[in-house]
């Protein structure tokens, strides 16, 4: 039996097409066991193909040390961004322009091969995201990145020249001036050795200061500095906005300065580290310290880096503590930088310190105590806004639209809470599965969140997914955060090392490239690539035994296709590929010499390699670019020269008699000639629509003019063979002209048809319905828009009939009942066919009918 259609699904089926009936959604929904929350879930989560996302998350990779993008509200992942580890696709760590980012990441001279990425943010602009730049820290190896979000692409690593693991990284200050990283395990600044017995005279914590160029786009290495901390263990930080602005907060969980000692029979870490009822926060002013940088006095230089002494720092008032409830975790400034919220691991409590507050006592000077560094103790209960015990276990804040209103994540319940910051009132919870850890509303680290959504991040999935062996993918949740109840929404595992933080960004926000624009850029600089090779340049240069080739890429050949070298040679290839259409990536593998290279359209990637084996080694294109992508290849061929080889005759091809390979070369003319036509044709309507005015069909007709412009060239090699009486060789360069041909009609009607979508008038929901129907219903078997097939063309069809609406709708419902009508008898004695009853319905005819008309519409477009 089914279910009593409710008001809920009946309402969902109210806006559904008519041809979708209550039945098969009650079907489905019954065969897949589906609540009508789950349908409500989906319907709030789907997003229908062509359709795509409101905003895009960056998340951090955990330690595959990538940063993976995905979409909300679908969750579908965009893409893997390769950061601090090679990523083969992308050519990330292969080629010579990634290899220099990431070698500039290796520390003291050792490569590393890991990371622990974990905190994503975006570059800022009075404290609201701009979609320009993605930062993000790598804890084990205290390094911080930068990533071009106009390719997505990462274009620089900085490794933390003096602490030597860090966690409250990269938190951004309003106006991108400084990216903040925090230390995590105090060491000594310096690289040597001390024993853990001066853990408080020499070990030190501290917080980098990498300072920002936005025009370039890159960290300032020399004018970034170190604030020095005592060894408190530093944990996560966030920067002041607002009357916060020019202050950071870092918050730590080791006041005790407890050094363990577990194997000497001491209490382990954990023990002596949440001994005291009160660990701290740390207080500074950048924009003081800034100032104080710049003076010698100020600082002492580290391994080449300067850093503020603590002493400095609190001489120059730019260096404070105040107590916070004991093992804290996060600490989150509210968007207004009033407030700022911290989370406690081992309490049940957050604590909300307000900012006017903790302004005062700082300037009247009036402290509570000082720390045995010397540090300026604020006063806890004269800091406080309040305390408000939410569950076990608070960690992450994030924020909504609606002012006030936080989100908690309780590690410890797997709960989100929702309160309000404002007036300390909680308001809801919901379950997350299980422990989470960061979580994030869209935005909602800006000054202006949007709320919307959320997402949790769950550190454990243990009974979510299909199982996988005893490693187990993350999950992601979604949550709608858009009513007064929050509602779960959508899981998605993750399968790629322990993501422990995302930020989000509105679609609208993110411009990336479609194309790099100049021809021959290397994407790690922007810049002209040494390398570039534009078509016609293609050539193998010798210095000693360096060798250097130049090499193109285009549908569908890699120019050159031999390349000889000798043993020993240092070879380096740059590949530029030529094209200039969106997605027409093109690739380099060379077999069994571990090289690779990705190479978007516009760009010149390079690949560098010792030819130290000899033998013969195939390359090709590893991108599926076009349907001779298998063609698109090459051979490398390494010769020892103190080595003699036997003489070969080159390849002969088969023997055929004169009049086959006349047959053969009429046969390929001819087929020339026919394509040429076609592209004529193209060329017509292309121009007679005033392609020009569209800017990406304009960079298809280039790359097809391109195609096209090379045809001369070849066949007057044709011809010239054709005289000469060698067939053979004609019938080659006939092929070569055929292939140019191809690909110039294949860029060509790619632009055709994008410019006849930019021409066409929008379709109407019905005549969108009616398509649907159209194909549904098999219509296509035998009519074809715009050509006559084994049925009539529909273009012009109702016209085709007096009244012809009305007579198409009839005929269409019940064909039968007009099998002697002369016009239609005519047409089966045509066609030799009988159009069938396709059973439609009537409301699906009349959709068919407007679909005709929207056709008709476009009928010059065809
Ligand atoms: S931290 S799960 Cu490494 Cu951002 Cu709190
Ligand atoms: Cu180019 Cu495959």
Not at 20 to 38: A, I, N, P
Not at 665 to 688: G, H, M, P, R, W
Not at 713 to 721: N, P, R
Request: with cysteine; aromatic share 10%; hydrophobic share 35%.
């Amino acid at each position: 039996m089914l279910k009593k259609v409710s008001i809920l699904t009946s309402m969902l089926l109210f806006s559904a097409t008519s041809a979708l009936s209550s039945t098969d959604l009650q079907k489905v929904m019954k065969d897949r066991g589906l609540t009508e929350r789950d349908v409500l879930a989906a319907a709030k989560t789907y997003v229908p193909t062509g359709m795509k996302d409101e905003y895009y998350v960056f998340s951090s990779g955990g330690q595959s040390g990538q940063v993976i993008v995905y979409g909300v509200p679908s969750m579908r992942i965009l893409k893997y961004i390769g950061v601090f580890t090679p990523e083969p696709w992308q050519g990330y760590g292969f080629d010579n322009e990634s290899k220099k980012i990431l070698d500039s990441g290796k520390i003291r001279g050792q490569e590393i091969k890991w990371g622990d990425t974990h905190h994503p943010n975006f570059s800022e602009k009075n404290g609201e995201f701009v979609g320009d730049y993605l930062f993000i820290n790598d804890k084990a190896n205290p390094r911080i990145a930068v990533i071009n979000l106009h390719d997505f692409e990462t274009t620089q690593i900085v490794v933390n020249p003096v602490l030597k693991s860090t966690h409250g990284g990269s938190f951004i200050t309003p106006n991108t001036e400084y990216v903040i990283d925090a230390c995590q395990y105090a060491a000594p600044l310096e690289n040597d050795w001390v024993p853990i017995e001066a853990y408080e005279e020499k070990y030190r914590g501290g917080v980098t200061l990498w300072k920002f160029d936005y025009t370039k786009g890159q960290i300032d290495e020399k004018e970034s500095f170190t604030l020095e901390l005592p060894p408190y263990m530093q944990d996560l930080s966030d920067a002041g906005k607002g009357p916060s602005m020019g202050w950071a907060f870092t918050n730590s969980f080791n006041s005790e300065m407890y050094t363990g000692g577990i194997e000497k029979g001491l209490p382990p870490f954990e023990a002596g580290m949440s001994r005291n009822d009160t660990d701290f926060l740390h207080l500074y002013n950048w924009q003081i310290l800034e100032k104080l940088a710049k003076d010698p006095k100020n600082t002492k230089v580290i391994n080449g880096h300067r850093v503020v002494t603590i002493e400095a720092a609190v001489k120059g008032g730019a260096l404070f503590l105040l107590p916070e409830a004991k093992s804290p975790h996060g600490v989150d400034v509210t968007p207004d930088g009033k407030y700022i919220i911290i989370g406690g691991k081992l309490d049940t409590h957050v604590t909300i310190f307000d900012f006017a507050k903790i302004k005062e006592q700082i300037d009247k000077k009036e402290f509570a105590g000082k720390d045995s560094y010397g540090i300026p103790i604020l006063d806890f209960k004269k800091s406080l806004h309040g305390q408000l015990e939410l569950g076990l276990g608070p960690l992450h804040n994030t924020f909504d639209e609606k002012d006030g209103i936080v989100y908690t994540s309780l590690y410890v319940d797997s709960q989100v809470v929702k309160w309000n910051f404002r007036d300390l009132k909680l308001l809801d919870r919901v379950n997350v599965h299980y422990n989470i850890g960061h979580l994030d509303s869209m935005e909602g680290k800006s000054t202006k969140p949007k709320g919307k959504y959320g997402i949790a991040l769950n550190k454990l999935s243990i009974d979510r997914f299909l199982p996988v062996g005893p490693l187990h993918p993350q999950n992601h949740q979604l949550i709608d955060l858009a009513g007064d109840k929050m509602e779960l929404l959508y899981d998605m595992p993750i399968g790629l090392g322990e993501p422990h933080d995302v930020v989000s960004i509105h679609a609208s926000k993110i411009k990336p490239k479609k194309t790099y624009d100049k021809m021959g850029t290397n994407s790690r600089t922007g810049e002209a690539h040494e390398g570039a090779t534009l078509a016609g340049q293609e050539r193998v240069e010798r210095d000693g035994n360096k060798v250097k080739v130049y090499m193109t890429a285009v549908r569908s050949h890699l120019n050159p296709e031999h390349i000889e070298v000798n043993k020993g040679d240092e070879v380096t290839i740059y590949i530029t590929n030529l094209e200039r259409a969106q997605d027409e990536t093109h690739a380099f593998g060379l077999s069994g010499l571990n090289v690779h290279a990705s190479v978007e359209p516009g760009k010149t990637s390079s690949v560098t390699f010792t030819a130290d084996l000899e033998g013969v080694f195939p390359y090709y294109c590893t991108e599926f670019c076009s349907a001779l992508h298998l063609e698109m290849m090459g051979y490398l061929k390494v010769k020892d020269p103190k080595k003699q080889y036997p003489d070969y005759k080159a390849a002969k091809v088969s023997k055929m008699t004169p009049e086959e390979l006349q047959k053969e070369y009429n046969k390929i003319v001819a087929t020339n000639k026919a394509t040429d036509d076609v592209i004529q044709s193209v060329v017509k309507f292309l121009k007679e629509k005033g392609f020009e005015k569209y800017p990406e069909v304009k960079s298809l007709v280039t790359d097809a003019l391109d195609q096209y412009n090379k045809i001369p060239h070849e066949k007057a090699k044709a011809d010239e063979a054709f005289k000469a009486g060698d067939m053979n060789t004609a019938i080659l360069w006939e092929n070569q002209v055929w292939q140019y041909m191809v690909k110039t009609a294949d860029a060509g009607l790619r632009a055709k048809n994008l410019l006849a979508k930019e021409l066409s008038t929008k379709m109407s929901e019905k005549a969108r319905l009616g398509e649907e129907a159209y194909l549904r219903g098999g219509c296509n078997g035998c009519h074809v828009v715009g050509q006559v097939s084994s049925g009539p063309d529909i273009t012009g069809a109702l016209l085709r009939h007096e009244n012809g609406e009305k007579f198409l709708y009839n005929f269409i419902l019940d064909p039968a009942k007009y099998y002697s009508d002369p016009y239609i008898d005519a047409m089966i004695k045509t066609f030799n066919l009988r159009m069938p009853n396709q059973n439609m319905k009537p409301e699906e005819v009349k959709n068919i009918i407007e679909y005709m008309k929207w056709i008709d519409e476009n009928a010059d477009l065809q």
